[in-house]
């Protein structure tokens, strides 16, 4: 219980896999003035930034109106994907959190930031969980993935692989990139609960763009109080499913007596996309052809 004295949720009535209640009927007006606020905020930067799946998901939820029910979205999720949201009073520890996706429960945080907090804040809250991760639950291929990443946290425990792991959550899960016939496109939770991210990620050309691989992910550094200066790139969210086939003990093995990649270089072998930052968002792919990004 110790370890949860800093931080801000409220642990005092966590069960054993730190799950609470949602406790609908305790959310204020004001907290649901807020969510809307925030929903209809960031709903407006979306399209031309955000992947066409999760615009497509995050209408299916239908929370726009209200701080979302997880119950009720649950039973909608569950039919399409198999997952459920359990509610959680915030950051739980990392074989519970990898134990909640093996079986397919998200944890999705039950308190709402301040008014004051609106552009960030430190840990998440119920706006990050469900508004940038809930919607690619919906996906049954990123949903697959999701559930067998989660089955990998008891091995990366046991072979000290952890925080290789969660580099892969890290780059992945709350800053992944993916190319599609319009460009690139944001699907990562942490850029899409954030206004600035979000634009910045796909359209800026300082940040490095690394088309996806496994070990490169694992053994790639990250700073969690900026903005990425290296996101990953997939084709598509098929290639993450794949990837859970790859040896990760030999992996762990590799990375352990290597330094791990500073996120604000590119190594040789990576296969780079280039974006130009001009007004067309032109962009080199790693084959070396321009393409055209279109906003949608
Ligand atoms: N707990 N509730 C919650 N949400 C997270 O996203 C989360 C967590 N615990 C650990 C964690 N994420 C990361 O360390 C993952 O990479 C494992
Ligand atoms: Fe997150």
Do not use: C
């Amino acid at each position: 219980m110790d370890q949860n004295k800093n931080l801000r949720g409220d642990y005092s009535h966590i069960n054993d896999d730190y799950t609470v209640a949602q406790d609908w009927a305790s959310y204020s007006a004001a907290e649901h003035d807020l969510w809307r606020k925030l929903y209809a905020r960031q709903k407006a930067i979306l399209p031309g930034y955000a992947a066409p799946d999760y615009i497509r998901n995050l209408e299916k939820l239908d929370a726009a109106d209200e701080i979302p029910h997880f119950g009720r979205v649950s039973e909608k999720l569950h039919a399409a994907t198999g997952w459920h949201l359990v509610a959680v009073p915030g950051l739980v520890p990392d074989d519970v959190f990898f134990d909640h996706l093996a079986n397919r429960r998200f944890p999705v945080t039950v308190w709402l930031r301040k008014p004051e907090e609106i552009d960030y804040l430190v840990e998440p809250d119920i706006f990050h969980d469900f508004f940038g991760h809930v919607p690619m639950l919906y996906d049954p291929v990123f949903a697959d993935y999701l559930a067998a990443y989660g089955a990998k946290g008891p091995e990366a425990i046991a072979k000290g692989g952890l925080k290789k792991l969660a580099r892969m959550y890290w780059y992945m899960v709350e800053f992944g990139l993916i190319m599609t016939e319009h460009g690139l496109r944001a699907y990562g939770a942490g850029m899409l609960s954030s206004q600035t991210e979000t634009i910045y990620s796909v359209t800026d050309p300082t940040p490095n763009r690394v088309a996806f691989d496994l070990e490169r992910v694992m053994a790639t550094d990250y700073a969690i109080d900026d903005f990425q200066k290296t996101y990953f790139v997939l084709t598509d969210y098929q290639q993450l499913f794949d990837a859970m086939d790859a040896d990760f003990a030999a992996i762990y093995d590799r990375l352990t007596h290597r330094p791990a990649i500073d996120p604000s270089v590119t190594l040789a072998g990576d296969q780079l996309y280039h974006v130009h930052g001009d007004e067309n968002h032109t962009i080199t792919m790693p084959s070396g052809d321009p393409a055209q990004l279109r906003h949608a």
